[in-house]
């Protein structure tokens, strides 16, 4: 088993659920506030190229370098989950893998880059609403804290962007959505120096939970998005990666 990072839970928060029409009233008083200039999400995350290894994490004690690399992954995935489909902005993912001195398989996690991606239809899931600065949404992935690369285990967050939303407002606040990512098919070596491997892979099994800590909007987000919903999603994605043993580092 590899090792992990165990997910870090915040405090519970109480939700306050909206009616739909008191949602409507809530953007409408808003619109003023935030219609000079108002963006729809947070300016985009830089991601690093499949080449940089500035996130490679540091090893644990006790292994060889020789036997341990550093693997960089860039994705471009597509969710469906609950009412929403969208495809993500691109994903780059860092991590190390190798064997631990007692001969099992071992894990460390290094960095992820995300960057927003708007959601169809924004807060009110109309034409209007995907245009307007204060109704626009967007959505960007975080690690969850939990990963092993060897089983396809990985574990995000989506932190939901709208003016009228606190920083807090995630889905997966508490406990992330679990993914058990399968390959859809054969790895394809593209370039043996440097080595660059391409495949695919989906899960169609999670769980999607409602989002959380988003103060009054609360309950009108989960009516809105379709959340929770424990059938009906997919994460899909065509990925590359690259890596470099850590003797070979700079």
């Not at 992990?4 to 409507?24: D, E, K």
């Not at 929403?84 to 902005?89: F, R, S």
Request: with cysteine; aromatic share 8%; proline share 11%.
């Amino acid at each position: 088993m590899s090792k992990t990072t165990a997910a870090r839970r915040g405090p519970s928060l109480p939700r306050r659920l909206v009616a739909p029409a008191t949602a409507a009233a809530l953007l409408a008083g808003a619109a003023g506030i935030w219609a000079s200039g108002a963006a729809h999400a947070a300016p985009a995350t830089d991601i690093p190229s499949a080449t940089d290894y500035a996130d490679c994490p540091a090893l644990p004690e006790g292994v060889d370098p020789a036997r341990w690399r550093c693997e960089v992954h860039t994705a471009a995935p597509e969710l469906t989950m609950g009412k929403i489909t969208l495809a993500l902005a691109p994903i780059t993912m860092t991590h190390a893998e190798g064997p631990l001195p007692d001969g099992t398989d071992g894990g460390v996690w290094g960095a992820m880059h995300s960057a927003p991606t708007a959601v169809p239809g924004g807060l009110t899931g109309t034409t209007a609403g995907a245009h307007s600065p204060i109704a626009g949404l967007a959505i960007q992935p975080e690690y969850g804290g939990r990963s092993d690369f060897y089983t396809g285990r990985l574990s995000l967050r989506f932190r939901l962007l709208n003016p009228l939303l606190p920083r807090t407002c995630t889905i997966g606040a508490g406990e992330p959505v679990d993914f058990q990512v399968k390959r859809s098919g054969p790895s394809k070596w593209v370039s043996q120096d440097p080595p660059v491997i391409e495949f695919s892979a989906y899960d169609d099994t999670f769980s999607a939970p409602a989002p959380e800590h988003c103060g009054p909007l609360t309950g009108f987000l989960g009516k809105r998005l379709g959340l929770p919903s424990a059938t009906g999603n997919l994460l899909s994605y065509d990925a590359s990666y690259t890596f470099k043993t850590y003797d070979r580092l700079p």
